[in-house]
């Protein structure tokens, strides 16, 4: 399979299963290219933005991993153009 750039942003609306999204991206650390996060302590959330070079299963197995923690929204995107 080729492989895509994609980007993924995660809304961490609890804190308490944060070391579970630790081990997930640490378990996909060979396709993430860069990760930012941004805590909103005002609205009580937290942003993580993850830029990924994958194959269309290792993103769908790295959102789905994260969609199923408690706490978290996830929505990621794909580049159309394979690289």
Known sequence: MEKRIGAI??????NEHI?????ILNKH?????????????????SLISLIFEATTNQANSLTGQIGRLKGFLVKSLLTKNKS
């Open 19 to 23: 070391p579970e999204l630790n081990n």
């Open 29 to 45: 650390n060979s396709i993430i290219i860069g990760r930012q996060g941004i805590p909103l302590k005002e609205k009580g959330i």
């Open 9 to 14: 942003l995660i809304i961490v609306e609890n």
